[in-house]
């Protein structure tokens, strides 16, 4: 492991060098430079013992942004970094810097930043710390008069990671109190992600504004910024930190459909004590009525109906008096019940006694409640003649299936099932038939078996092919069928089918994929955003047009899924306004590949990417000269974006403003769905 421990003496003749580097970059304009940390006037206690993650943002080969000046945010990250590392060790807590020196943190033969940005994951998650400080510095070069705080708190912990980016954005805001406005937001960067402490990534001021870069060249003004971080660590560890322990159960498996599920909620002495009024239980993502008990601790429920088997999570939240939060950080469990009832349905129950006949037999186990039993479940069957694909199957879903060969003699063949202790039989007639029986082989163009294919005649359908590719169909009275083999993500195919009476057939039919199969499978999260009174002030969005993003995001979400694409939209009505943290959150636990946010703003239509992301700005570049062809413009530009849903998910992610240039056209919502469906496509098939 990669290890970023320096010594004290190391650290401070670094940071010396960076301060007399930094400080000498200009001659001093007439700033403050009392310093707000007097240690030996301080309580540090609620500092012992705290493992305490200090992240400089960029570094080696990343410089981050860069000032008009020539100052770098990687060299600023660093120096208040090191500033803030002296204070906590000061203080007495445990602390650990990610980097201490102008090196970026890729593995040997990494440049990649997904790398670097790991390493210092896995720097976190290893020291166990208790905080996750990333230090930034931001730049936006379209407006660099522009000069705000923003302090993100980890997306998926909007209780104390939120809690401690309140605190320090408050210090930030004393310390600097020539920026514009401090933002709290919920931010989703991979740090913040994938670190397991309670964290923050601060963006302090914008290097990008002539005059704050100026003040960021002199080394007391760094100084005085890792003191705002330091006395907003310090403000929120005095408050303490309530925490959740003794989760029951937790990564057990259980018989009990009704478990009795707690958790102990351990707070401090007087306002550090857990308000009473505040604890609340989540199960599986959902408010119970959960019953908190203040003399021992304890937050129970007990579930007021059976729990399906499978995997369950649950999670507790509560505040003290002093305001701070619990950590969102869930418990699991899984409730396996055994078998109590089988169900056996043979496709056919009469085939011809030739040795080649065939049918599938389906087998459904369920609990006492009726609910499917826990995947994985072994399933036995035997027959008493004939012969079986699989005698031995596991359950998904409850469900699994083998096929039945028929013997080359007439007769009654006994099937019989055990699932656990229970036991089911049924039969099969093997004998002479006077209608016609007929196996389908579906495949791709590669010859690959393809499952869940319909098979319907007229609007019923008949059949859904397993995993083998296999579906079933009988003639009836008739000798000629016409059927419709149809599967999200391929051309339909009609076709018809002549049967012999008495006979066992096969087929094998091809099913070719729509788009080159381009878009099967892939993960597209389509976010319509909404039109709320604070976007129609900044974006000029027209309220009579509120409806046009969903409806042209809906259109999309048809077109895709009917390519085999798997979508999901962040709101599906007009009324619903979730917030940005709220669709980047649904995205994320949906875990798409694609993130499109379609709106409608005043003035040009434009979309936008995220400027580190290559993939978004090349997935823009297509669709915007799509866009552009449909809408008679010469180009439709593409840019850089700071929107949250541009920055903010893991997947690539892309902003389109459909602008109100079209809006007049006749089948406007259909052509703008078709023209970002197009775009995609050819982003797939440029890969």
């Not at 992240?55 to 990250?77: C, M, V, W, Y």
């Not at 930043?113 to 720097?123: E, Q």
């Not at 060249?217 to 403000?235: M, T, V, W």
């Not at 409850?398 to 009654?412: I, L």
Request: hydrophobic share 35%.
């Amino acid at each position: 492991m990669l290890n970023f421990r320096v010594s004290q003496i190391s650290v401070f003749l670094i940071a010396s060098f960076l301060i007399f580097f930094i400080g000498c970059r200009a001659p001093s304009p007439p700033y403050v430079t009392d310093f707000r940390v007097k240690m030996e006037a301080l309580d540090v206690t609620p500092f012992k013992g705290k493992r305490i993650v200090i992240d400089p943002g960029h570094g080696g080969r990343f410089t981050g942004a860069i000032g008009k000046g020539g100052l770098r945010e990687s060299d600023i990250n660093l120096t208040v970094a090191l500033h803030l590392w002296g204070l906590l060790k000061q203080a007495g807590a445990e602390v650990l810097l990610t980097r201490s020196a102008d090196i970026d943190l890729c593995p040997a033969g990494s440049k990649s930043l997904v790398d670097d940005l790991n390493t210092r994951v896995k720097l976190s998650n290893e020291f166990k710390a208790d905080i996750f400080i990333s230090i930034h510095h931001n730049s936006n070069t379209f407006d660099q008069k522009k000069n705000n705080i923003q302090v993100f708190y980890k997306l998926s912990d909007p209780g104390a990671s939120q809690d401690l980016a309140n605190s320090i954005a408050s210090e930030l805001k004393k310390g600097l109190p020539q920026s514009e406005e401090v933002f709290v937001l919920p931010g989703n960067y991979r740090v913040l992600r994938e670190v397991e402490a309670i964290a923050i990534l601060g963006e302090a001021s914008f290097i990008s504004n002539p005059q704050n870069e100026e003040r960021l060249s002199l080394s007391n003004q760094l100084r005085k910024e890792a003191e705002d971080y330091f006395l907003g660590i310090f403000n929120y560890l005095k408050k303490g930190i309530p925490q959740v322990i003794e989760y029951h159960p937790n990564n057990l498996i259980l018989n009990d459909p009704f478990p009795s599920l707690r958790a102990k909620i351990v707070g401090g002495k007087e306002k550090e004590a857990i308000d009473p009024t505040t604890p609340q239980f989540y199960l599986d993502d959902q408010l119970v009525a959960g019953s908190y008990h203040p003399e021992s601790g304890i937050i129970s429920y007990n579930p007021d109906k059976p729990l399906t088997n499978g995997g369950h999570t649950f999670w507790v939240h509560a505040r003290n008096f002093n305001g701070n939060s619990t950590r969102s950080k869930p418990a699991q469990f899984w409730v396996s019940l055994p078998p109590a009832n089988i169900k056996i349905t043979p496709f056919f129950t009469s085939i011809p006694p030739d040795g080649k006949s065939l049918t599938r037999i389906e087998i459904e186990v369920t609990d006492e409640y009726g609910n499917p039993v826990i995947d994985g479940t072994v399933v036995g069957i035997k027959a008493s003649s004939g012969k079986l694909s699989n005698n031995t199957i596991t359950t998904c879903n409850g469900r699994g299936f083998t096929h039945f060969f028929s013997p080359p003699e007439s007769g009654k063949v006994l099937l019989e099932v055990q699932a656990g202790g229970v036991r089911k039989k049924t039969t099969i007639s093997c004998e002479p038939i006077n209608y016609g029986l007929m196996q389908l082989i579906i495949t791709d163009n590669q010859h690959n078996p393809l499952e869940g294919v319909m098979v319907r005649e007229g609007d019923a359908i008949v059949d859904i092919s397993d995993k083998f590719g296999w579906a079933f169909i009988h003639s009836s009275n008739s000798k000629e069928k016409v059927i419709i083999l149809g599967k999200s993500g391929y051309e339909s195919k009609k076709c018809r089918i002549i049967f012999y009476p008495g006979e066992f057939r096969k087929g094998v039919f091809t099913l070719s994929p729509q788009e080159g199969g381009l878009l099967l499978g892939k993960r597209i999260i389509l976010d319509p955003e909404p039109i709320v009174e604070d976007s129609q002030k900044i974006f000029g969005n027209e309220g009579k047009d509120k409806d046009l993003s969903l409806l042209v995001a809906q259109k999309i979400q048809t077109l895709l899924e009917e390519a085999g694409a798997l979508t999901i939209l962040t709101r599906n009505s007009s009324i619903a306004h979730p917030t940005p943290g709220e669709r980047v959150a649904a995205g994320e636990k949906f875990k798409g590949e694609y993130f499109i946010t379609i709106t409608q703003r005043k003035d040009d239509p434009y979309i936008a990417h995220y400027f580190l992301s290559e993939s978004g700005k090349k997935l823009a570049q297509v669709i915007a000269k799509v866009l552009a062809q449909v809408l008679n413009l010469k180009e439709v530009k593409v840019q850089e974006g700071l929107d949250f849903t541009i920055i903010q998910p893991s997947a690539t992610s892309i902003l389109i403003n459909l602008g109100n240039k079209g809006l007049k056209q006749e089948n406007f919502i259909e052509q703008a769905a078709q023209t970002i469906y197009k775009g995609l496509v050819d982003y797939r098939k440029s890969e």
